[in-house]
């Protein structure tokens, strides 16, 4: 099969501002307010875990739709000089999304979203090039109404190519009115899926304390992901089961962890050739190597402010995306 791409991330490509305040002790007075700026980083799943695997040097597009605005097109050119490609970034007559994020003392994110292109990509903005890779990754924010179509378009052509459907959750409750059609629209979206990743909170915003049971039922065949948070994660799937603990590290800005962590783990199975029904595929120790490289990368994304600000340096990870030669 040919392929064009290593990993193709499907769905929201969005610019994050962060609010900062620029005097030191944050209390200002009449006379000399808080000045607040706002600084932008990259943010959205979909554009995180693209320019994270195009750091780790694989070949990767970002699928999206972005706003034919200054915004989309800064989008664009942040993505391309991160090694990314943008062949597949559509441009649309909406804004290009972007999120207000503030974090609390101990890292924790709090989002005020405003959404527009990057959920608003139509089935007619999908074509079978999109489809040409051999992972491509989705998650639940893209089964919203307003772009769902494209997505299940775009996951026909992947199917169709052969290529492997990777689900990472994420589960974005407030974005949904309408929480039963949020949980059938995951279990849709995991149906589809060889590997699925789920936080401890995306399970339990799906099935509350039955998590375990929900995955059973939905993905049964499929490779699960399971994180939560500093408390490590494990791999569960046809090699049995892989746990590793997370790396300490002081947790400035949670966002974008889960993000470095799948890019991680996509980078070892790609790097091992591991697709579903392989025998890598069922290798414990590959998937044993694929959680600690999710983690090394976890840890470093949410040490900084921003989702991929502190992945930049990336050559320790790399080492570590082959196993070692034996001898
Ligand atoms: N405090 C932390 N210290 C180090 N690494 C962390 C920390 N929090 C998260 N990570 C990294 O990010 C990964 C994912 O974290 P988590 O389980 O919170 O899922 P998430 O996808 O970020 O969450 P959600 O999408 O629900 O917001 C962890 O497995 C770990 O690698
Ligand atoms: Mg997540």
């Given at each position: 099969m040919s392929t064009a791409f290593d990993v193709a991330c499907f769905g929201e490509l969005l610019w994050d501002f962060y609010e900062a305040e620029s005097k030191a002790d944050g209390k200002g007075t009449d006379k000399e307010p808080i000045a607040r700026q706002f600084r932008r980083e990259l943010g959205g799943a979909s554009a995180n875990v693209a320019v994270t695997l195009a750091r780790l040097g694989l070949k990767v597009a970002a699928i999206g739709g972005v706003g034919d605005d200054k915004l989309g097109a800064a989008l664009d050119a942040a993505l391309t000089a991160a090694g990314v490609d943008t062949a597949h970034v559509v441009r649309l007559g909406a804004p290009t999304g972007i999120t207000f994020v503030t974090n609390s003392a101990v890292g924790e994110a709090s989002f005020i979203p405003y959404r527009g292109a990057d959920l608003r990509l139509g089935d007619g903005d999908v074509t079978a090039a999109m489809a040409k890779a051999a992972f491509a990754l989705v998650s639940s924010t893209s089964m919203l109404a307003s772009t769902r179509a494209a997505t299940e378009k775009f996951l026909a052509g992947v199917d169709k190519a052969k290529g492997t459907i990777v689900v990472d959750l994420n589960v974005r409750a407030h974005l949904w009115s309408d929480a039963d059609e949020m949980r059938s629209a995951a279990k849709a979206l995991v149906a589809r899926a060889a590997l699925v990743k789920g936080s401890e909170r995306d399970l339990n915003a799906l099935a509350g304390k039955r998590g375990m049971t929900w995955l059973d039922e939905n993905a049964k065949h499929a490779t699960w992901l399971l994180t939560r948070g500093?408390?490590?994660?494990?791999?569960?799937?046809?090699?049995?089961?892989?746990?590793?603990?997370?790396?300490?590290?002081?947790?400035?800005?949670?966002?974008?962890?889960?993000?470095?962590?799948?890019?991680?783990?996509?980078?070892?199975?790609?790097?091992?050739?591991?697709?579903?029904?392989?025998?890598?595929?069922?290798?414990?120790?590959?998937?044993?190597?694929?959680?600690?490289?999710?983690?090394?990368?976890?840890?470093?994304?949410?040490?900084?402010?921003?989702?991929t600000t502190g992945l930049a340096a990336l050559d320790d990870v790399k080492s570590r995306l082959s196993a070692p030669k034996k001898g």
């Open positions: 500093e408390n490590g994660a494990a791999a569960v799937g046809p090699h049995g089961q892989a746990t590793a603990p997370t790396k300490r590290v002081r947790c400035i800005d949670r966002s974008g962890g889960g993000d470095a962590f799948i890019a991680g783990v996509l980078a070892v199975l790609v790097k091992a050739g591991a697709r579903p029904g392989s025998p890598e595929w069922k290798d414990g120790k590959l998937w044993t190597r694929a959680l600690e490289v999710g983690h090394l990368l976890g840890a470093k994304a949410v040490a900084a402010s921003g989702a």
